[in-house]
């Protein structure tokens, strides 16, 4: 949705669509926004308590079952499984996901690992198809006039289309930019606690082949999961950022997300984004 600044300003039932890669301040900006006049929309919860809850839930049955005292108690329906997924707590979905890798260090195959992240792209693109859904809900159910949508720092990979265009109908979208300096210390944060990530089919196949190669390893299932994700992760910034670019230069606004620390107040978050406008 483009918009002119004065239109923001003037506009009774805000509709705003934060991304960014993980850290650039899109869950401080979301804090500063009232949750008794903003409806909170996290893409994220929504994958994972809607959209891979199944999966997830059978990824967690599966390694109940390498226990034996477990196995007989979830074989016969003795046990029910739930994950407690929150706004502020998605590690369900991260563990999921996995990491790819030799399975004694906790990795997964490669083709193990493609099918999750497919799963995981079909419901990021579901997920982002709810948005107007939402909003309507948000106003008739909820009473907020005013809706936020918190994307996934993994939005930029989606190349569907209509996901895209449901997005600019009914929202502002805002990209929060890392600079050189935020982008080093991301990928500091990273390298420290390397956490499971989607990739792009491409981006992973290209970046797997390089990894054995540089590691004289001959197959995925050699490698260290933790240090193939430490040692991915910049390219992978340097992947996405000119896909955030893009999609905003074609639907949306670009913020300096040094801003972000400035922010103080709602009327600070509304003043940061009018200005970009």
């Known amino acids: 949705m483009k918009m002119s600044r004065a239109g923001f300003i003037d506009w009774p039932d805000k509709v705003i669509t934060l991304m960014g890669m993980s850290g650039v301040g899109k869950t401080t900006l979301a804090s500063l926004l009232p949750r008794d006049e903003w409806f909170h929309y996290s893409a994220d919860y929504r994958i994972g308590t809607r959209y891979l809850k199944e999966p997830i839930l059978d990824n967690i049955k599966v390694q109940a079952m390498e ?79 005013h809706f936020l949508n918190d994307t996934g720092g993994s939005i930029c990979e989606l ?12 929202s502002l979208i805002i990209y929060l930019k890392a600079d050189a300096a935020m982008e080093k210390v991301m990928i500091e944060r990273a390298q420290a606690d390397p956490k499971p990530l989607y990739y792009d089919e491409d981006f992973l196949d290209r970046h797997i082949a390089e990894f054995l190669k540089i590691n004289g390893l001959t197959s995925s299932d050699e490698m260290n999961p933790d240090e193939y994700v430490q040692w991915v992760f910049p390219h992978l910034i340097k992947h996405r950022r000119p896909l955030y670019e893009r999609i905003a230069g074609k639907y949306g606004y670009t913020v300096d997300a040094n801003r972000v620390l400035e922010v103080k107040t709602e009327q600070d978050v509304l003043s940061l984004i009018s200005e970009a406008l």
Request: proline share 3%; aromatic share 8%; with cysteine.
């Open 159 to 170: 190349t569907d289309e209509e996901a895209w265009n449901t997005l600019s109908e009914h």
């Open 67 to 145: 226990q034996p005292f477990l196995r007989d108690l979830v074989l016969s329906d003795s046990l029910s499984f739930r994950c407690n997924i929150t706004f502020q707590h998605l590690k369900p979905v991260a563990c999921f996901l996995g990491k790819i890798g030799d399975p004694e260090l906790g990795g997964i195959s490669i083709e193990e690992f493609k099918r999750r992240q497919r799963l995981h792209r079909q419901a990021e693109i579901a997920a982002t198809n709810d948005v107007g859904e939402f909003i309507s809900k948000a106003k008739n159910l909820y009473g907020r006039n």
